[in-house]
Structure formats: structure tokens, C-alpha cells
């Protein structure tokens, strides 16, 4: 079967730094995405990688090892508002996206 | 319109009944995607449009739910006789290309409530 996994829930303080991980297991790969999503709104884009390394927007990077099934995305300086849940999804081989239940991230003052 | 849009953005229906849900994607966008998000899950693929046709259904769980997108823009989903269990965030995404790694823009989604 397929199979995405992240932490359910991490809590951060502001100002800091923190890395969600995600593993997966799926039958084919066609990148994979970060996508935040506050409580009750809908998911946003945050980062697309298909090559293995690290891609870096703003305070927001996402690494990729495609022969280690792996991705983190790594959150800088933290803010309030970066309170949210970060959906991994990955693009199967029939193009379809295979979605992780979330990470809740809580931030602390 | 600015974003994805979709309608009603509640829905409390009672068991048996049929119900549609409305995505008004963005403007020129030719791709269109539902997914359904459960509590504490990550969303589900239902179907996906390119266009007026259904270029992937494989995700309808069976036959009482179906889509249509006759104009190539906006689409509807389709329950029939609902069950408790469909009870879930109904989520519509539309994408610009053809490709399935375009980014995909998600409306606010339509909460369905099956008592």
C-alpha cells in the first residue's frame, strides 16, 4: 500500500527554528509537496521538489532524498501565525496526490 | 473570480438525500481536482477534470457519488442517498496546466454534515 508519515503534532516556540519530517512509501514518484493549512481554511502551497537537496523560499526550505523516501521542511524564525498544519503529499506514479495526515505545529510565545 | 470558490459552505443534510456541491474554479484554469478531508486527516482524491472530462475517477468511492464539469469550468459533485459516513470537508482545487505538478490552488471547501 501507500503510505505517508509525519509527526501528528510538534509544538515550537516563537523566534525559533523547526523541521517536520515526512517518510514515504509509494508506488511511484512524481515530486513531492508541502502544503500549510490553518484550522477550518483550506490548504495553501508552500513547495514542490522532484531532485533530491534542499530548496530554500524565505523562511521556508524543503529537502528531498528520493532513495531514502524523505523530505523535512524547515521553518525559520517562527511566528504566531505559523500556527497552522503542514499536509506532505506526494504524486504517485498515476499522478495522483497521496496525502500524510498532517502535522499540527503549535507555537509558543 | 480572485480564488477558488465553492458552495455552500455548510451543508447539513439528513440520511438518504441527495446532495450537490458547487467549485467554481479560477478563472482559465483547465484542471479541477476534489478531494474530501476527514478530521485529523490529510485529503482524500476523488476525481480529477482536464477540462469538461473526467480524466481520473478512481477515486469516487462508489457509484452514489459522481461529477460533472459540462462547460469546462465550474464543476458540481453529486451524492446520492448520503450516508453518515460521507460526512466529511469537501475540498475543490483547480490548477493552470495540464501537468499534474502545477501547483493546486484549493477552495475554502464545503462542510458536509449527513445526520
Known amino acids: 500500500g501507500q503510505n505517508i508519515d509525519q509527526p501528528t503534532e510538534m509544538t515550537a516556540t516563537e523566534g525559533a527554528i523547526v523541521q517536520i519530517n515526512c517518510t514515504y512509501q509509494?508506488?511511484?514518484?512524481?515530486?513531492l509537496f508541502w502544503y500549510q493549512q490553518h484550522a477550518g481554511e483550506a490548504p495553501t502551497f508552500l513547495s514542490y521538489n522532484v531532485l533530491d537537496g534542499l530548496e530554500e523560499k524565505g523562511r521556508f526550505s524543503s529537502f528531498l532524498s528520493r532513495s531514502k523516501g524523505y523530505s523535512y521542511l524547515l521553518l525559520k524564525e517562527l511566528q504566531m501565525k505559523d500556527s497552522a498544519s503542514y499536509l506532505c503529499?506526494?504524486?504517485?506514479?498515476?499522478?495522483?496526490?497521496?496525502w500524510g495526515a498532517g502535522t499540527k505545529l503549535i507555537i509558543k510565545p | 473570480g480572485a480564488g477558488v470558490s465553492q458552495t455552500p459552505s455548510n451543508k447539513v443534510t439528513e440520511k438518504g438525500k441527495y446532495v450537490e456541491l458547487r467549485c467554481d474554479p479560477i478563472s482559465g484554469h483547465t484542471a479541477l481536482y476534489w478531494y474530501r478531508q476527514s478530521l485529523g486527516q490529510g485529503p482524500e482524491f476523488l476525481i480529477y477534470?482536464?477540462?469538461?472530462?473526467?480524466?481520473?475517477d478512481s477515486g469516487l468511492p462508489n457509484d452514489r457519488f459522481f461529477a460533472v464539469r459540462p462547460e469546462g469550468s465550474v464543476s458540481t459533485l453529486k451524492i446520492q442517498r448520503t450516508e453518515r459516513g460521507d460526512s466529511a470537508v469537501y475540498l475543490c482545487a483547480s490548477s493552470s496546466g495540464t501537468g499534474h505538478t502545477d501547483t493546486q490552488y484549493f477552495g475554502p471547501g464545503t462542510r458536509l454534515t449527513v445526520l
Open positions: 477534470f482536464q477540462g469538461t472530462g473526467a480524466a481520473d
Open positions: 509509494t508506488s511511484g514518484f512524481n515530486g
Open positions: 503529499a506526494v504524486l504517485d506514479s498515476n499522478y495522483q496526490l497521496i
